[in-house]
């Protein structure tokens, strides 16, 4: 079964691609569906772009929903044990 379940935003950062290059990504793609390449049934797809630079501008990450959680969990752990003004762009 396939949620459909799309979640697009904007984001600012950087990430590392093809052939150790890193580029700027500025959108992030999120759906819970099968994985292209992730041995299970489902997973939390993320893809990070730069739809400016074509198709090959991309880092894509399929986590099960365990993994996902616990990178949520990592992610707000992180963010809570630096001080807020280290945390202002």
Sequence with gaps: MCTYLTV????NGSAKGPNG???HVS????????PVHAMAGHTLNIDFTDPSKGPSARVA?????????RLI?????A????PL?????
């Excluded at 697009?8 to 984001?11: A, G, L, M, R």
């Excluded at 959108?27 to 099968?34: G, P």
């Excluded at 990450?61 to 959680?69: I, K, Q």
């Design 8 to 11: 697009k935003d904007e984001i």
């Design 21 to 23: 290059s890193w580029f």
């Design 27 to 34: 959108d992030v793609t999120v759906y819970f569906d099968h």
């Design 61 to 69: 990450v399929e986590l099960t929903a365990d993994s996902a959680r």
């Design 73 to 77: 969990a990592a992610i707000q752990e």
């Design 79 to 82: 963010l809570d044990a630096a």
């Design 85 to 89: 003004e280290m945390q202002t762009a």
